[in-house]
Each structure stands twice: as structure tokens, then as C-alpha cells.
């Protein structure tokens, strides 16, 4: 099928030189015979495949003496050379030229080859995101005006560069590459005001080698403290409770006994019983409270805790080493 096709292309470009001639209209006679030896050479050039030589040597001599033929030829020429918008465009342009001039044959060729291209021209739509006064937007260096925004426009396949930029504010500019067949969209944001930060890129996920969130502290009640606070407290609570038992035992036991006669009275025992018992809870009691208490005195208040944050991959930790 390739084979036909080349065989077909051949015979069209063969029909179209032959039909063009020498090209027509010439300015001045040093024109025209320029004209004619850059048509000849490409020719030659494309009869050999050398198409991206043969191009800029048609495209010369349709400058200094344009004519149908000579517009067909450096259309197919650039077709081959897989520039397909600028050939799509070219052939157009040959077919409206071959209907005014009445050439049926070259508007055959033409029409022939817009059929062949049409659907494997790429497109480029640019999207504006928000206008700003002033804005203007290019694509390859050729302004895109308002009314052309969101339209496909043909481009050649390759790499296109889009740029924006608006007074004070930070240019934007967005490079792509785009393949035959392929339509794309380049969406310009909204133009960071010059001097602001840059907008955050889309990506939420964090990279793996970025570096982790500096490391923070911050300052939380000590428990420890509190503990102890309380510990002693209750020391105290419970060693005064103590004494007070002990204190009641030891006037029923001195009341209820009769030291002459070495008699006493059970309630006289019995609070023999509870001053001992009082005795022992409150001396146990106030010594822990003491202790607890004093312990106070080494023991912060509050303690800071230090924040270090690692990340793997999309993962952050959080290590919490506390400081008293």
C-alpha cells in the first residue's frame, strides 16, 4: 500500500511540475530565471527523496514568482516531509487558486491529497484559565487571540511551545510534543501576580528524596509532677488521719487503766489497739508524704516534647522523644 501510495505521489508531483511550468507572473527577468533554477533544482531534489532540501528551494521560488503549480509542488513537498498543517494549509490554498485559474488537474491533485492528510493533522486547543488585562498568549511565537482560544488549530508533529504573560504578572509557558493523529490541550492558569509565590503544582503525593518537615517542640504538663503532687498530698491526708486515731487510743487507754491495781478495762485495750495502729499508719503515711513532696523540688512542672517528622515515600512518621 506504501508502495502505491509513493508511486501515486510520485506521478502527482510529476503532474503537478509538468503543469506548472516555468512559473508565471515573474517580477523582473532575474526574478523569474531565479525562479525557474530553484524549481528545476528541486525537482531533481525531490525526484531523489531529498525532500527537506527541495522544500526551502520551492518555497523560494514561489517568493520571488508565485504560481499555482509551483504552491502544489511545495505543498506535496512538505507533506512527504511530514510537516502536515503547513501542507494541509498549502493545499489549500493550491485548490482555491487551481478553481479560480480553471486548471480541473491540479485541482484533482489537490483535492486528492487534503483527503489523504486531513485526519492526520494534529491539534492544539488552548485553554485560558482566567483573563487578566492585558493577557497575550502564543503558540510558536504567533498570537492567539481570544476568539481563538478553545479552538483545535493545526500544528505540524513535533514540539510546540505555548507562553502567556500579562503585565505584572509571571510569565507562564508550557512545552509539548505531539505526534500525527494527536489532538491536545494546553491549559494556561491563572497568572501569578509578579512578586507572589508560584502556584503549587496539582501533585499531592510528596517526592521520596524530598527533604522531611523541620523538626518542632512543644511544651505539655509533666504527669510525673502531678503523681508525686498528689502522691503527698495523700501522705499527709492519710498521716494526719493516722495521728488522730492514735491520739483517741492513747487517752481511752490512759483513762481506762488503773495503774495501781495494774488493771484495765477492755475500752482501755482497745484503744491501746488503736494508738498502735494509729501510730504505725500515720509515721508510714507522713514518710511517704514527705518523700513525694520533696521530690518535687527535681521535678519540672511541665516537659517539652521534640516533633521529628521522617517520611518514606508517601508516608510520614512522627517520632515523639520527650525532654523533662
Not at 502527482?12 to 533554477?37: E, F
Not at 485548490?95 to 483535492?111: M, V
Not at 509532677?225 to 492519710?238: E, I, P, R, S
Amino acid at each position: 500500500m506504501a508502495r502505491i501510495r509513493s508511486i501515486r505521489l510520485a506521478v502527482g508531483l510529476a503532474a503537478a511540475a509538468y503543469m506548472s511550468g516555468a512559473p508565471a507572473r515573474a517580477q523582473s527577468p532575474s526574478d523569474q530565471l531565479l525562479a525557474q533554477s530553484l524549481f528545476d533544482q528541486a525537482r531533481e531534489l525531490i525526484a531523489q527523496g531529498h525532500y527537506a532540501e527541495a522544500c526551502p528551494k520551492l518555497a523560494e521560488s514561489q517568493r520571488l514568482d508565485p504560481g499555482g503549480g509551483t504552491l502544489l509542488n511545495l505543498a506535496i513537498c512538505h507533506e512527504k516531509e511530514n510537516k502536515l498543517a503547513t501542507a494541509y494549509t498549502e493545499l489549500n490554498a493550491a485548490l482555491s487558486q487551481a478553481l479560480k485559474d480553471g486548471r480541473k488537474d491540479r485541482e484533482d491533485i489537490a483535492r486528492e491529497h487534503i483527503a489523504a492528510i486531513a485526519s492526520q493533522v494534529p491539534k492544539v486547543r488552548v485553554h485560558v484559565t482566567r483573563e487578566v488585562d492585558g493577557i497575550e498568549v502564543t503558540l510558536d511565537g504567533s498570537s492567539i487571540r481570544k476568539p481563538a482560544w478553545d479552538v483545535p488549530a493545526g500544528v505540524d508533529p513535533g514540539r510546540h511551545v505555548v507562553d502567556a504573560s500579562a503585565p505584572g504578572h509571571a510569565p507562564f509557558r508550557s512545552e509539548i510534543v505531539i505526534a500525527v493523529g494527536e489532538q491536545k490541550t494546553v491549559t494556561v492558569p491563572a497568572l501569578t501576580p509578579a512578586g507572589a509565590p508560584p502556584p503549587l503544582p496539582p501533585s499531592s503525593v510528596p517526592a521520596r528524596d524530598a527533604a522531611p518537615p523541620s523538626e518542632t517542640s512543644e511544651t505539655r504538663t509533666n504527669p510525673v509532677y502531678w503523681g508525686a503532687l498528689g502522691l503527698g498530698t495523700a501522705g499527709m491526708v492519710v498521716g494526719t488521719i493516722g495521728g488522730i486515731v492514735w491520739f483517741e487510743g492513747l487517752l481511752r487507754r490512759t483513762t481506762g487503766c488503773d495503774t495501781a491495781r495494774q488493771f484495765c478495762s477492755e475500752s482501755s485495750l482497745a484503744g491501746a489497739e488503736r494508738e498502735r495502729a494509729g501510730a504505725w499508719v500515720s509515721t508510714v503515711a507522713f514518710g511517704v508524704g514527705l518523700v513525694a513532696m520533696g521530690s518535687l523540688i527535681f521535678i519540672p512542672r511541665v516537659k517539652r516534647v521534640g516533633v521529628s517528622p521522617t517520611r518514606d515515600g508517601a508516608v510520614v512518621s512522627v517520632t515523639l522523644p520527650s525532654v523533662f
